[in-house]
């Protein structure tokens, strides 16, 4: 079957960094997305990775690695309005997105 | 651009009612889906639709069906709504497949069926 896990809940303090992994299993590859989605809203796209290594936008990097099945999301400097659940998904042979059921993100103060 | 719209956004039904849920892309998206999202599980896919006339199944088809009679507009349908089709309801739309390209989402529909 497919797979992908990724831990439930996270705690972060604002200002520093914080790693969300996911590893996945699939049928086949065809790409790996990041979502964030805010409490009670719809998933807003934060990143895509094919290929193996890190993509860095802004605040926010996202690191593949094909070979073992694992991806992370990294998040720098964190603000409190990143407080939301981040949402890993595979896009599999047949181009469909399988998606974990997502990191709820807790930032304190 | 509105991007992708949702009808209603709330809808509360009683087991064995009927309703349609209404999505609504202006970005010119060849590719649609509906989804479920339940707690503590990922989204769920229900159908999908790859161009205007078509539609297939996703991972959770049961009790839904679905219409793209316009490429702007994918329809889902719940012929006798059951207690375990209360969910939210996302539908999301893409302009293609590979290439890493972005579903935009709509708001949600938020359904209870007692």
């Known amino acids: 079957g497919q797979n992908i896990d990724q831990p439930t809940e996270m705690t972060a303090t604002e200002g520093a960094i914080v790693q969300i992994n996911c590893t996945y299993q699939t049928s086949g590859f065809n790409g790996l997305f990041w979502y964030q989605q805010h409490a009670g809203e719809a998933p807003t796209f934060l990143s895509y990775n094919v290929l193996d290594g890190l993509e860095e936008k802004g605040r926010f990097s996202s690191f593949l690695s094909r070979s073992k099945g694992y991806s992370y999301l990294l998040l720098k400097e964190l603000q409190m309005k990143d407080s939301a659940s981040y949402l890993c998904?595979?896009?599999?042979?047949?181009?469909?997105?399988?998606w974990g059921a997502g990191t709820k993100l807790i930032i304190k103060p | 651009n509105a991007g992708v719209t949702q009808t209603p956004k709330f809808r509360v039904l009683k087991t064995g009612q009927s309703m349609t849920l209404l999505c609504a892309q202006d970005?010119?998206?060849?590719?649609m889906y509906w989804y479920r999202q339940d707690p503590g599980m990922g989204l769920r896919l229900i159908h999908y639709s790859v161009g205007e006339g078509t539609t297939a199944k996703g991972e959770v088809p049961d009790g839904y069906n679905v219409s793209r009679l316009k490429k702007q507009n994918f329809l889902l349908g719940l012929e006798s709504a059951a207690p375990s089709q209360t969910s939210v309801y996302f539908c999301?739309?893409?302009?293609?497949?590979?290439?890493?390209?972005?579903?935009?989402f709509g708001p949600g529909t938020r359904l209870t069926v007692l």
């Open positions: 970005m010119n998206h060849e590719y």
């Open positions: 999301a739309s893409t302009k293609t497949l590979a290439g890493g390209w972005e579903q935009f």
């Open positions: 998904a595979v896009l599999d042979s047949n181009y469909q997105l399988i």
